[in-house]
């Protein structure tokens, strides 16, 4: 079953941190099989609950693989990058596909 990282950008910190961040994991989250299925490029309203800055989702071949990106040796450095540039939830799930 495919799995899924989603997450909700509560609060920015330090947008140009926050872009070096992009910039890295972006890469490594394609080597890791996942792709973008929602970003804040496009519309989306908070309707309930908390308000936040955006929301992303990635996919990926496997909960296993999503798994494995959020605790590789390459995602650590960026994911070191993001926490100070951002207030950020995150959650990987599997997915019921």
């Given at each position: 079953?495919?799995?899924?990282?989603i997450?909700?950008?509560?609060?920015?910190?330090?947008?140009?941190?926050l872009q070096?961040?992009?910039?890295a994991?972006?890469?490594?989250?394609?080597q890791?099989?996942?792709?973008?299925l929602?970003?804040s490029?496009g519309n989306?309203q908070?309707v309930?609950?908390?308000?936040?800055?955006?929301?992303?989702?990635y996919?990926?071949?496997?909960?296993?693989?999503?798994v494995?990106w959020?605790?590789?040796?390459?995602?650590s450095?960026a994911?070191?990058?993001?926490?100070?540039a951002?207030?950020?939830?995150?959650?990987?799930a599997?997915g019921?596909?």
């Open positions: 079953m495919a799995g899924y990282a997450v909700t950008i509560q609060g920015i910190n330090d947008i140009e941190k070096l961040y992009r910039e994991a972006v890469p490594i989250i394609k890791f099989g996942g792709e973008a929602v970003t490029r989306q908070f309930e609950g908390k308000q936040g800055v955006c929301v992303i989702v996919k990926f071949p496997s909960y296993e693989q999503a494995n959020y605790n590789s040796p390459e995602y450095e994911k070191d990058t993001r926490i100070d951002a207030e950020v939830q995150f959650i990987l599997e019921l596909d």
